[in-house]
T-cell receptor
Framework: NAGVMQNPRHLVRRRGQEARLRCSPMKGHSHVYWYRQLPEEGLKFMVYLQKENIIDESGMPKERFSAEFPKEGPSILRIQQVVRGDSAAYFC???????????FGDGTRLSIL | SQQGEEDPQALSIQEGENATMNCSYKTSINNLQWYRQNSGRGLVHLILIRSNEREKHSGRLRVTLDTSKKSSSLLITASRAADTASYFCATFPGGSYIPTFGRGTSLIVHP
């Protein structure tokens, strides 16, 4: 049973470029969560999705950030026109129900030059 | 301010000693969860305690919950070097399905 798979593990972008982060949830999980973590800090919730639907995006900036979880394929977190402040570790988690513990991927470390 | 706050921020002990971490929160919760994060890795779920439970055990882990004080503690007994990690509590405020994480406790266990 593969766990939550995130790729790439490391991503380097120049200011103004686009960053695409992918997350494949655990088999059977239809709930996906994205978080952002800065060094020495806890995880900050960004967005919660179920298949083809955004349930809660209250933690995601209104501009430049978007997320999707299509019927087929991985969930994508997309950051357009990246800025230095977007540098962080982005984690994806999945669960089979919103009340159940979440299973996390190992994250994507995004560095902006 | 954070819904969940872990205390202490950092803890350094010798192998074999017990490690206790605390979590305080502000609003009523449905349940509280503890997670571990090894350096460079994602979070791993350790234990979930519901609001109507007072204590829960899992191997060398013991979690308590005091809803009157809005606090929880995680005790790791007979610690091992492999327990070195950051530990986070996650709270689910009443009615919410979105967890709020604290800043974590960084635990170092010296062999």
């Amino acid at each position: 049973n593969a766990g939550v798979m995130q790729n790439p593990r490391h991503l380097v972008r120049r200011r103004g470029q686009e960053a695409r982060l992918r997350c494949s949830p655990m088999k059977g999980h239809s709930h996906v969560y994205w978080y952002r973590q800065l060094p020495e800090e806890g995880l900050k919730f960004m967005v919660y999705l179920q298949k083809e639907n955004i349930i809660d995006e209250s933690g995601m900036p209104k501009e430049r950030f978007s997320a999707e979880f299509p019927k087929e394929g991985p969930s994508i977190l997309r950051i357009q026109q990246v800025v230095r402040g977007d540098s962080a570790a982005y984690f994806c988690a999945s669960s089979w129900d919103s009340n159940q513990p979440q299973h996390f991927g190992d994250g994507t470390r995004l560095s902006i030059l | 301010s954070q819904q969940g706050e872990e205390d202490p921020q950092a803890l350094s002990i010798q192998e074999g000693e017990n490690a206790t971490m605390n979590c305080s929160y502000k609003t009523s919760i449905n349940n509280l969860q503890w997670y571990r994060q090894n350096s460079g890795r994602g979070l791993v779920h350790l234990i979930l305690i519901r609001s109507n439970e007072r204590e829960k055990h899992s191997g060398r882990l013991r979690v308590t919950l005091d809803t009157s004080k809005k606090s929880s503690s995680l005790l790791i007994t007979a610690s091992r070097a492999a327990d070195t990690a950051s530990y986070f509590c996650a709270t689910f405020p009443g009615g919410s399905y979105i967890p709020t994480f604290g800043r974590g406790t960084s635990l170092i266990v010296h062999p």
